[in-house]
């Protein structure tokens, strides 16, 4: 059974950079598609990147295009999520999620302010 957990948000002024991390146990990433959802409090949830875990094909939602960056580390099992040049409007719960299969983390805050 897969499980996911989020860590690496926190508090970051406008400009600034974080790096979100995706760590998996109980199965392979390699096996998975991970994809990073979003969800600021009032909006609904969206999605902001993917990576397949077979070839590393990547997609970025037009929001966060040349800011955001998903890589995939197998032997660390783990999924980052890059992200430079932080708006305000990034501030949200971010989640990993292997979301064709159902499995998700349980999200980790970002919020960028200054």
């Known amino acids: 059974q897969l499980q996911l957990v989020e860590s690496g948000g926190g508090l970051v002024q406008p400009g600034g950079s974080l790096r979100l991390s995706c760590a998996a146990s109980?199965?392979?990433?390699?096996?998975?598609?991970i994809g990073w959802f979003r969800q600021a409090p009032g909006k609904e949830r969206e999605g902001v990147s993917c990576?397949?875990?077979?070839?590393?094909?990547?997609y970025y939602a037009d929001s966060v295009k040349g800011r955001f960056t998903i890589s995939r580390d197998n032997a660390k099992n783990t999924v980052y999520l890059q992200m430079n040049s932080l708006k305000p409007e990034d501030t949200a719960v971010y989640y990993c999620?292997?979301?064709?299969?159902?499995?998700w983390g349980q999200g980790t805050q970002v919020t960028v302010s200054s």
């Open positions: 109980g199965d392979t990433l390699e096996y998975y598609a």
């Open positions: 999620a292997a979301f064709t299969a159902g499995y």
């Open positions: 990576i397949n875990s077979r070839d590393a094909s990547t």
